[in-house]
């Protein structure tokens, strides 16, 4: 468990990401994107939260003014000038609050809340407005008017619920498996009825034999001739059924496929508003265009701000420097969109500085020995490590050691991969190769010992014969031809790497792979052609290994492991002591709570609590994955927040109450939403405690929660 003094430093670090998220939300809003509304309602209800759960009252104080604006703003207020002016100044506080945490002289704030009162009691109708009436926010009147905003009943229709409906096809996939099965018996009863009528019993007289042989005969082909029909029935049965979940198929990733427009037009929003807050001249391109899962999307879309914010922070040289350079004064970032069969690749390219590995060498210096004799490319997978920061300084977007290591997970957790090519002085580009569905994913099937794996396709350069390894000082090493010429990759045994041992030997087949700074070679006992496979994320698998993020199931009954390419590379460079495909230990016993809560920081505060007091814990981020998860593993008790998005806390109780298995689970409310008129209905729904974030006190938490678990 992270100290509390750990976490308030992580609510700093994170706090700039958020004060930019934040800003291009609310500028987007004045562009007309009225959907950012709630989405920056959201984010500083989230903030407001946290701080009062960690006793950092100004941040607090300072969030919930920033959100009774918005909330006078959603209730019908007309925005002004000063509406912005007061937002965009408490964002910008919260940073400078964050940033100065921990110096004698606190920021003084109260010009900045009297802003916040005063937009408020505009949009309230209290008192004067700043410009006249009706006119959009940072508009003059009788100026353009923004794009406009849709409400409510020009919303587009709802969306079929793609979970819903693919549950369903796993259903009816599974039942078709079933008849498969039930198919073969009738194959085996139709032989043995068949061998039946040869093996009659010739017991009796002439006459009773003869008169049993003429009945068992006709009796034996009746029921040959109606097995025949099912049989025939069935297949084509089958076919039709194959037929129709094909087409369901297809339903469903129709469903859950959205193009990649509203995403790259964040993204080129992300790159102004970075280059605007740092005084920089940068020019965004946003290039081509895609098909993706909109849970890919989801997940991508942080990631991809994130890439574009740094390379506008980090990458772009001040302007002086790129005079000196002989560059351009304008630099340029660059996002491409290429769409595959099997991936999408999105890359993030600019024109700066590069990345700095004098700079990492020396960050690097006391953790990693011998930094000073890696190659820039051996530095390049160390930029992705927890907290790493090369910035000399805490600005508005860097400098906080929160970055590459969220962007690779993110990435990672969707069987995607992050590609680094960095020249100094020239630029830096970042490639993100991510799966187009997460209904299922074309991969190439491996064995290796005991082990039948699979490795994404989109990870796979080539495949070579290994003739002699090449041996080196550094270890085995390969031959591979690629567009620059041909060049040595390391070589590893995959069988060495899963626990098994052995060594690259002559005649082995070895699947080059890319990882975050090139390539590398795996040794094989055979493959197969690419096939696209339904997966089973690993976190659903009662065993796991770290190097294992899915599982396949195969027509045979048995499952390709499909391997997560990074971690394998950094296991074959440094492998630990233990097999990472080792059996599982015998579970733990402990009490089961489930915390649901959307705010990262507080969640991580709650979790830490339980674990402490001995629970083991899971986490889920909103009211439908809480449910989910509810449904999937039954918990001893449920930590819950009221206001989250898809599905609040209020409808998750709901829903858990009706169903026999978890009606009587029970749950803990804690919420800074206002409690009169929520809490006579949680009650109703059977909620044992309702605690307030706002008085947050951890001893009560701990002593109501351990004695649920008891009870």
């Not at 921990?102 to 009297?114: C, H, M, Y």
């Not at 009773?208 to 003429?214: D, G, K, L, Y």
């Not at 991508?300 to 740094?310: I, K, M, Q, T």
């Not at 605690?691 to 701990?702: A, D, I, T």
Request: charge should be negative; include cysteine.
């Amino acid at each position: 468990m992270r100290s509390r003094a750990d976490l308030v430093a992580a609510f700093h670090r994170a706090m700039p990401d958020r004060v930019a998220e934040a800003t291009d939300l609310w500028l987007g809003y004045e562009q007309g994107h009225g959907g950012n509304l709630p989405v920056l309602r959201r984010l500083l209800h989230t903030l407001k939260g946290e701080a009062h759960m960690l006793e950092l009252l100004p941040w607090g104080d300072l969030a919930e003014l920033a959100e009774s604006v918005i909330d006078a703003l959603r209730g019908g207020g007309r925005p002004t000038q000063l509406t912005g002016d007061s937002l965009l100044g408490a964002l910008e506080a919260l940073g400078i609050l964050s940033a100065s945490a921990g110096e004698d002289a606190a920021p003084d704030l109260e010009g900045v809340r009297e802003t916040l009162r005063a937009a408020r009691a505009a949009l309230l109708g209290e008192g004067p407005s700043a410009e006249e009436p009706g006119s959009p926010p940072g508009r003059a009147a009788g100026s353009a008017a923004p794009p406009p905003v849709l409400d409510a009943a020009a919303a587009p229709p709802p969306v079929l619920d793609a979970g819903a409906v693919g549950a369903l096809s796993r259903e009816l996939q599974r039942l078709h498996g079933e008849r498969e099965v039930l198919q073969r018996r009738l194959r085996e009863a139709q032989r043995m009825l068949r061998a039946l009528l040869v093996e009659i019993d010739p017991r009796g007289s002439a006459d009773q034999v003869a008169e049993r042989i003429t009945k068992t005969l006709g009796y034996g082909a009746e029921i040959e001739r109606a097995l025949g029909a099912v049989r025939a029935d069935w297949s084509s049965n089958d076919f039709a059924v194959g037929r129709a979940l094909g087409e369901l198929d297809e339903v469903v990733r129709a469903a859950s496929v959205v193009r990649t427009e509203r995403l790259l037009n964040q993204v080129s929003l992300a790159a102004r508003s970075a280059a605007r807050m740092l005084g920089k001249d940068v020019e965004a391109r946003v290039e081509g265009t895609g098909l993706l899962d909109a849970r890919v999307e989801r997940r991508l879309e942080p990631a991809l701000l994130h890439l574009v914010r740094n390379a506008v922070d980090h990458g772009i040289e001040p302007a002086d420097v790129r005079a000196r350079r002989g560059k351009p004064a304008r630099g340029t970032v660059a996002v491409t969109v290429a769409q595959t069969d099997a991936s999408v690749r999105v890359e993030v390219k600019d024109d700066g500085g590069g990345v700095d590995f004098a700079r990492l060498r020396e960050v690097l210096a006391p953790s990693v020995p011998d930094v000073a004799s890696l190659d820039d490319a051996e530095l390049i997978p160390y930029l992705f490590a927890h907290g790493l920061t090369t910035s000399r300084s805490v600005g508005a977007i860097s400098g906080r050691g929160v970055g590459l290591d969220v962007v690779a997970r993110e990435i990672g957790a969707l069987g995607g991969q992050v590609r680094v090519d960095s020249r100094p002085g020239l630029g830096t580009t970042m490639l993100l190769v991510l799966p187009t569905s997460l209904h299922g994913e074309e991969v190439v099937p491996v064995s290796s010992g005991r082990f039948r794996c699979a490795v994404p396709t989109h990870a796979v350069h080539s495949v070579v014969l290994l003739e002699e390894p090449l041996h080196t000082p550094e270890g085995p090493r390969v031959r591979v031809t690629g567009e620059p010429g041909a060049e040595l990759v390391p070589l590893f045994s995959l069988a060495t790497v899963l626990g098994d041992g052995g060594q690259p030997a002559p005649g082995d087949a070895a699947l080059v792979l890319h990882h975050a700074a090139g390539l590398f070679a795996v040794s094989v006992d055979g493959y197969e052609n690419p096939r696209l496979v339904s997966l089973v994320r690993s976190e659903e698998l009662p065993v796991t290994s770290p190097l294992v993020r899915a599982v396949a199931p195969t027509a045979d009954g048995e499952a390709l492991l499909l391997l997560d390419v990074e971690r394998v590379f950094a296991w074959a460079r440094q492998p630990p002591r233990e097999a990472p495909l080792a059996a599982a230990a015998e579970p733990t016993r402990e009490p089961l709570a489930l915390v649901v809560e959307d705010a990262p920081v507080a969640r991580e505060l709650l979790c830490g609590i339980l674990r402490s007091i001995g629970l083991r814990v899971e986490e889920a981020s909103d009211g439908r994955e809480g449910l989910a998860r509810a449904r999937a593993t039954p918990p001893d008790v449920v930590l819950t927040d009221l206001e989250m998005p898809y599905m609040s806390g209020l409808e998750m109780v709901a829903e858990l109450r009706r169903s026999p298995a978890l009606a009587r689970v029970p749950v803990v409310v804690l919420t800074t939403a206002a409690q009169e008129q929520s809490e006579a209905a949680l009650r109703g729904l059977g909620v044992r405690a309702v605690l307030s974030k706002q008085r947050f006190v951890e001893e009560e938490l701990r002593r109501i929660v351990a004695s649920l678990v008891r009870g």
